[in-house]
């Protein structure tokens, strides 16, 4: 499908101006209450910190050098409670002006701003494009020598060409806002790289539904690169994280719409992790079911594990659903998910090509 690129979605892809921690600043407070206003100002006036209160506002602002930032809003934080911290806003300014009104954009909570002053190297890594992928294959249960689809996994690149693993961009990119850049950069690495690659069968293709705040408009960039690089739409499935999917069930279901207009597949991955796995599948209606890999891990021994994959398998063979179990290190895990009527299967124990790039770690994204 075609897609017009008329307009790039800014919120994925411009990225924050990165914290120079150079020279001196102001950083200013807001204060969610009287009592945590006047907890700062103790907390500064004790430590000899050059600061100036402004109590109509519950304002305070501290001069300081740059590179003492980090430190000053740990102390910050640790004299709060984390709700009080969650809910005390912050800016950073170099120099020693005044904000103004183009600063208040930058205004966010006091966690994020201790998170971005050790968010450089992820905001450098994305500015610079340093972000690739591997694949994992995903077989067929009968004949695990034959590859049905490739699972794209992210990867960075350090600037000496080490690979950054996901969990700790993840994990910081929420931290520290920069989800929706990360996430659009792992979807374009996806299908930039299985192009190169020349990849032939289908391509699975994570996405987190929260980083997205309107498909139409966030996801253009990715369907337009999917078409750009020749890759026929019924050859991708998109993967919704479970544990990551958006609270509103309506938001998910006009992704998935979008999707499958598009002529896209969805895959609901990680099922049996989280607690409303059956709602999801009569709201999004997948095409394929990924098992979780903590559901399959000993099954053939575990009667309980077994009863619930037993009971998932008969509803996705009922509603045609088709369905991949996660994670197989063991062949008698293998053997189980063949006689129960498992279509694909993924993991340590499945033989690798030796194109494309591919790992065996459990990073599913």
């Known amino acids: 499908m075609s897609q017009s690129v008329s307009k790039s979605c800014e919120r994925c892809q411009t990225l924050p101006e990165k914290l120079e921690l150079e020279g001196h600043g102001r950083l200013f407070l807001w204060m ?3 009592h945590s206003y006047g907890k700062l100002v103790r907390l500064l006036g004790d430590a000899g910190r050059e600061h100036q209160a402004i109590p109509e506002s519950q304002c305070v602002a501290v001069r300081l050098q740059a590179s003492q930032l980090s430190a000053l809003v740990a102390d910050v934080m640790g004299a709060l409670t984390g709700e009080e911290s969650r809910s005390t806003r912050a800016l950073f300014l170099q120099g020693d002006g005044e904000p103004g009104l183009g600063d208040f954009p930058r205004v966010g909570p006091l966690p994020q701003l201790f998170t971005m002053t050790r968010a450089g190297w992820l905001v450098d890594m994305l500015a610079e494009k340093r972000v690739t992928s591997h694949y994992q294959p995903i077989v067929y249960a009968k004949d695990t020598r034959q590859v049905y689809a490739y699972e794209a996994l992210l990867r960075g690149l ?9 969990g700790k961009m993840l994990t ?8 929706f850049q990360l996430d659009l950069a792992a979807r374009l690495s996806a299908v930039r790289e299985a192009s190169r690659l020349g990849l032939q069968v289908p391509l ?10 309107d498909p139409a408009f966030c996801l253009r960039s990715t369907v337009a690169a999917i078409s750009e690089h020749g890759i026929p739409p019924a050859n991708v499935v998109f993967e919704i994280i479970e544990s990551d999917h958006a609270p509103n069930a309506n ?46 891990r000993g099954i053939h021994q575990d009667p309980y594990k077994a009863s619930i994959t037993e ?14 179990a996660e994670g197989i290190e063991t062949p008698e ?33």
């Open 32 to 34: 969610p209450l009287g």
């Open 158 to 166: 350090e600037p000496d060409g080490s690979l950054v693993f996901p």
């Open 311 to 324: 009971k998932l398998l008969e509803l996705a063979q009922k509603l045609g659903i088709l369905t991949v």
């Open 172 to 179: 910081l990119a929420r931290d520290a806002d920069l989800l």
């Open 333 to 365: 895990e293998l053997r189980w998910v063949r006689e129960h009527g498992v279509d694909f299967v993924q993991g340590y124990l499945i033989a690798k090509p030796a194109s494309p790039p591919v790992s065996s770690t459990p990073h599913y994204y």
């Open 204 to 213: 699975f293709i994570n996405f987190t539904p929260t980083a997205i705040y």
């Open 251 to 296: 938001h998910l279901k006009s992704l998935i719409a979008y999707y499958r207009q598009a002529g896209f597949r969805v895959a609901l991955d990680d099922l049996g992790a989280g607690y409303s796995s059956l709602n999801l599948i009569h709201q999004l209606r997948p095409d394929i079911m990924k098992l979780d890999m903590e559901l399959v």
